[in-house]
Nanobody, 123 residues
Framework: QVQLVESGGGLVQVGGSLRLSCTAS???????MGWFRQAPGKERETVAT????????HYSDSVKGRFTISRDNGKNALYLQMNILKPEDTAVYYC?????????????????WGQGTQVTVSS
C-alpha cells in the first residue's frame, strides 16, 4: 500500500519561494496526483493536479502563474514549486493520489493522502 510523505514546508517571507516534495513508499506512476491545501476555517481546496504522464496540469486561479506542479514517476515523487508567495497561500499543504484515475481535478477522486506540511507566509 502506498504511503505519502510531504516535506519542504516552513516559514517564508512575502514574495519568496518554497519547494514542496512528496515521496511515496510505493508506485504512483499510473495515477493522477495533486496538491491540496487547507487554511484554518476554510474548506480543503485543490491547488494543482497532474496526470500520470504529466501531459495535463491544472492550477487553481489563485496560484496560476506562480506555482508549478511536476512529478518524477521513476522516483515516485511529486513536487510543487511555489513562487511569489502571498499571505493567502498560508495553509497546510497535502499531497494526494487518485488511485482510480489517470487524470482528475476533483478533490473527492483523491483517496490516498499524506499527513500535510505547513506553509506560512509572513506579511
Amino acid at each position: 500500500q502506498v504511503q505519502l510523505v510531504e516535506s519542504g514546508g516552513g516559514l517564508v517571507q512575502v514574495g519568496g519561494s518554497l519547494r514542496l516534495s512528496c515521496t511515496a513508499s510505493g508506485h504512483t506512476g499510473n495515477f493522477a496526483m495533486g496538491w491540496f491545501r487547507q487554511a484554518p476555517g476554510k474548506e480543503r481546496e485543490t491547488v494543482a493536479t497532474i496526470s500520470w504522464t504529466s501531459a495535463s496540469k491544472h492550477y487553481s486561479d489563485s496560484v496560476k502563474g506562480r506555482f508549478t506542479i511536476s512529478r518524477d514517476n521513476g522516483k515516485n515523487a511529486l513536487y510543487l514549486q511555489m513562487n511569489i508567495l502571498k499571505p493567502e497561500d498560508t495553509a497546510v499543504y497535502y499531497c494526494a493520489v487518485a488511485r482510480r484515475f489517470g487524470s482528475s481535478t476533483f478533490l473527492n477522486d483523491y483517496d490516498l493522502w499524506g499527513q500535510g506540511t505547513q506553509v506560512t507566509v509572513s506579511s
